[in-house]
């Protein structure tokens, strides 16, 4: 018997949607080059963290920060019973499974890294946590994959959709 649109592990329809970004700058010794990190990254969390219900083509895009590396990003919807800082302890743990190591200076060279950009729940603002993330609306890296794959959420900010936040930049 398959799993349910929404289940998770066992558990029945999922409660939250939440889109995802994801990015590497850096090659995995197992799964390879940056886009295909992001690609076992997608995969890792369809199933373990929720269902993923769409995913946006991979993109390359240049570094932000000190980083001289180019990344690979790309975003996903994920339908999960999982409250924000639970999704995010999970999304901590597979960043650290696929190598992330959190050291050093902001914005360096990462294996992965998986952010929370927005949710259905509308906005959290706990002292790890913030959605919809801060930055989103200055990232074409984000902003462009979201937009493939959820172009009529709106930021509650700006009441915009992601579609026409991404035109603007």
């Known amino acids: 018997m398959g799993r349910r649109r929404g289940e998770v592990a066992g558990v029945a329809e999922a409660d939250h949607c939440y889109l995802i970004a994801l ?3 850096q090659r995995h010794q197992t799964f ?3 886009r295909m990190v992001v690609a076992t990254a997608m995969d890792l969390l369809d199933g373990t963290a929720g269902t993923v219900t769409s995913r ?3 993109i390359d895009s240049a570094p932000v920060g000190p980083s001289q590396r180019r990344f690979a990003n790309a975003a996903i919807l994920l339908e999960t019973r999982l409250n924000p800082l639970s999704l995010l302890a999970v999304l901590q743990e597979a960043e650290v499974a696929l190598g992330r190591r959190k050291l050093g200076q902001r ?3 990462r294996v992965l890294d998986l952010d929370i950009v927005m949710w259905s729940g509308g906005s959290v603002t706990q ?3 913030t959605v919809p993330h801060p930055l989103f609306r200055e990232r074409g890296f984000v902003l462009g994959p979201a937009s493939q794959i959820a172009p009529q959420w709106r930021d ?3 009441g915009l959709t992601l579609r ?5 930049l």
């Open 164 to 168: 026409q936040l991404a035109a603007h």
């Open 32 to 34: 390879g080059s940056p």
């Open 56 to 58: 946006s083509r991979i």
């Open 156 to 158: 509650p900010r700006t």
């Open 127 to 129: 002292p790890d946590l």
């Open 23 to 25: 990015g590497s700058n």
């Open 107 to 109: 914005w360096r060279a």
